[in-house]
């Protein structure tokens, strides 16, 4: 067995869901109460990949970073020694999804090798999507990016989602 370490940022605007993402996939928690994140909270899982013959043991160094105009401009800071991002937008509000080629350029201009993947989030609120599935296969194209429709809430697709970084990382 080999054991790897990776950084990996999560980057969206606020209120996307970042953080309750993490919490699902980390702790298998939901909180209904909205907290914004101040500047970064780091947060870490193990996960086993199997690779050709072989099994890694991936430990993601997951850095939730704030996704406020107020940390623009450090955020360059944190996210060098990134291996990748999940880039977060909110099927509810679409302006987010504009927000995620300028995080992705941002990783991208530090560390050209960074591995990207996008969580459309929010997928239980059927009612209220205002993004559709071709909006978001485009964005995630035009990233070269593999998506997840994810929930936090339910769970849907988070432990998915957080895997497929996790085995181009371990690759």
Known sequence: MISIAKKVCLLGDLA???????????????????????GVKVSRKTVIIPRAGDIVELTMMLWNLAGNEEFDRVRASYLRGAAGAVLVCDLTRPETLD????????LL?????ARLALAANKRDLTDQQR?????????????????????????????????????????
Do not use: C, W
């Open 16 to 38: 996307v869901g970042k953080t309750s993402l993490v919490s699902r996939f980390v702790y298998n928690l939901f909180d209904d109460k909205y907290v914004s994140t101040i």
């Open 99 to 106: 927000s995620l080629q300028v995080y992705a350029d941002d």
């Open 109 to 113: 201009s530090i560390n050209p090798n």
């Open 131 to 171: 993004l559709t599935q071709e909006q978001i296969e485009a964005i995630a194209a035009s990233l070269d990016a593999p998506y997840h429709l994810t929930s936090a809430k339910t769970g849907d697709e988070v432990e998915m989602h957080f895997r497929h970084p996790g085995q181009l990382l371990a690759a």
